[in-house]
């Protein structure tokens, strides 16, 4: 026996006190205090995985057979490092910012970059940029489109009608569905966007004929457009968010013509149903109400009639179809007054231009003469004369608005006739008087019908700028002031420009350097998108190719250019419209 009292063979013996006897004991060393299993083991003398960390210190004691651990016993299969519930082996980014979906491999969209451009998924506008591309810090190539039409044929966006307001564009699309890389996000109707596709606001849903939309414009902040589906003007206020009262329906049943934005207010035709077509004003800094809008005058017993507006010198003037009279207005009923009615034997509705001008322009058509006419008005009946009998402008365009064709430059009134003295086109201006309403330019090509659309003058740091050429055939670019005419031939370049814009010196258009590129059937020479600093001599680099649109893709012209906050915003087609497309100057 032992000095105990107990034998060796007994199961009584317990050396390292661990309640289990040595003779069953297969940790017989265990530290005092520690609790064992029923085989006297504590939890630091067992290593259940079999990856050399012992259980005690094992924050992963389920390791699978043969995996490297770390100092805790954790093998990649049992870890998760970034918390994104994807285990370390299989994470393809295992550094993922907390809170981040991410894919089955354990990727965000901010640890992602799919095209391969060098700007991740999450803040890469352009998903989508073909490899090697240089792109800007949205991931976009310079320039791209923003804003994609699922359907192109001859669709999507109205060309005359994309508009810039403080930090917004405002477009009409119809006939098409707004689309990022084919996925359709709505339908038709008037949109607001920051310029991003990540921004964009269909301020109202409109019908689905061709022509559903009209933009007319901004007066403090309210911007006014057309229903056309159901001759509708409708009212968004732009400080406010889109809402079930905002846009706010302003008219129905308007008459024919344009409408104005005259001393912060808005003047459209409409017809209450007594007397033909009215003149209405609607007051932008009072609310909608039964006395607003207000008739503004009664001046057609048409209810077809047709009205046009000009803005000249703190007055508004407006012309009446088929009566062809001469309104003047301050903006009141009582300052509203007939000024003439010289123009009643001639056909065709006035034609009204001169904003920024001294005085009033109008374009009449004489049955006697059956000549094209360009009159001026300084708001009087004797004020009203004739300058010229032989400005033949074509009927579908006269000197419309839309077409750009004329502009005011130091109180001079400058324009593009469609056929100056010896039948040709020409660049003209007019001081007001009969002597001073001259040809300045005589281009030496013949007259084309309708090619009023296909020009535009542009006044850059007060030069003016024209662009020079019949459609459907290589032109020039010129400058008209008190030096020579320059050409945008010089230096080899033979280009046909069709629009433009000036921000600063520096013009942006488009240009074609040969007539393939009007053919958008087959491939050749497409449309080119350039940029010219006019401080800047003339040289292999300016001006500068921006961006080419072959034929059969983007398709024909460069229409609608627009500036906004350091952007340029443009639509490369006027047949085939199918994206906005913007370039950062």
Request: with cysteine; aromatic share 10%.
């Amino acid at each position: 026996v032992s000095l105990a009292g107990c034998t060796d063979s007994s199961n009584q013996i317990d050396l390292d006190n661990d309640g289990i006897p040595d003779v069953d004991d297969l940790c017989p060393d265990t530290d005092a205090q520690l609790t064992v299993d029923l085989n006297g083991c504590a939890d630091n003398q067992l290593d259940d995985d079999g990856d050399l960390v012992m259980n005690d210190v094992d924050l992963c004691p389920l390791t699978p057979a043969g995996g490297a651990v770390d100092a805790d016993g954790c093998s990649q299969t049992q870890l998760d490092d970034d918390g994104d519930l994807v285990m370390n082996d299989v994470d393809l980014c295992p550094l993922t910012p907390a809170g981040e979906a991410v894919d089955a491999d354990g990727c965000s969209q901010s640890q992602l970059d799919d095209d391969g451009d060098g700007i991740m998924n999450d803040v890469d506008l352009c998903l989508m940029t073909p490899l090697g591309e240089i792109v800007n810090l949205e991931g976009c190539e310079n320039p791209h489109a923003f804003l994609q039409f699922a359907d192109s044929n001859n669709a999507g966006p109205d060309h005359y009608n994309l508009r810039a307001h403080n930090n917004s564009l405002y477009w009409c699309a119809h006939n098409s569905v707004p689309s990022q890389n084919s996925i359709p996000i709505a339908s038709h109707g008037i949109w607001m966007s920051d310029g991003t596709f990540g921004d964009m606001h269909l301020i109202k849903q409109l019908g689905q004929n061709n022509d559903n939309c009209y933009i007319y414009g901004f007066a403090n902040d309210f911007f006014f457009f057309e229903d056309n589906s159901n001759h509708e003007i409708w009212m968004f206020d732009t400080n406010n968010p889109i809402s079930s009262t905002n846009p706010i329906q302003v008219s129905n049943s308007i008459c024919h013509g344009n409408t104005q934005i005259f001393d912060g207010n808005f003047y459209f035709h409409y017809d209450d149903g007594t007397n033909g077509c009215e003149v209405w004003k609607f007051n932008t800094s009072q609310t909608m109400s039964s006395t607003n809008p207000s008739l503004l005058k009664e001046m057609s017993l048409d209810s077809d009639a047709n009205f046009d507006f000009e803005v000249v010198d703190a007055n508004l003037f407006i012309s009446t179809y088929p009566e062809r009279e001469l309104w003047i207005s301050d903006g009141s009923t009582a300052g509203t007054t007939l000024v003439t009615t010289k123009f009643v034997d001639g056909k065709y509705s006035l034609s009204l231009r001169g904003q920024d001008c001294a005085y009033l322009y109008i374009n009449f058509y004489n049955t006697t003469t059956s000549l094209m006419e360009l009159w001026v008005s300084d708001g009087t009946d004797a004020g009203t004369i004739k300058l010229n009998s032989n400005l033949w402008i074509p009927t579908s365009s006269y000197l419309d608005k839309r077409n750009d064709g004329t502009i005011c430059l130091n109180d001079e009134f400058w324009f593009i006739n469609n056929e100056d003295n010896n039948g040709n086109f020409g660049i003209w201006k007019s001081d007001g008087t009969v002597s001073g309403t001259n040809v300045v330019v005589e281009l030496s090509w013949p007259r084309l019908a309708g090619v009023l659309d296909e020009k535009i003058l542009v006044n850059s740091d007060g030069t003016l700028w024209m662009l020079k050429g019949p459609s459907y055939s290589p032109t020039q670019l010129l400058t008209v002031d008190s030096h020579p005419i320059h050409v945008f031939e010089e230096a080899g370049i033979n280009t046909a420009p069709y629009r433009l814009t000036s921000v600063g010196s520096v013009l942006y258009g488009n240009m074609c350097v040969d007539s393939s590129c009007l053919d958008n059937t087959t491939a050749g020479t497409g449309f080119q998108f350039y940029k010219y600093d006019i401080s800047l001599p003339m040289s292999s680099s300016n001006p500068e190719l921006i961006k080419e649109f072959t034929p059969g893709q983007e398709g024909t012209p460069i229409d609608k250019i627009v500036h906004l906050n350091g952007k340029i915003y443009f639509m490369p087609s006027l047949y085939a419209p199918n994206a906005w497309w913007v370039y950062e100057i």
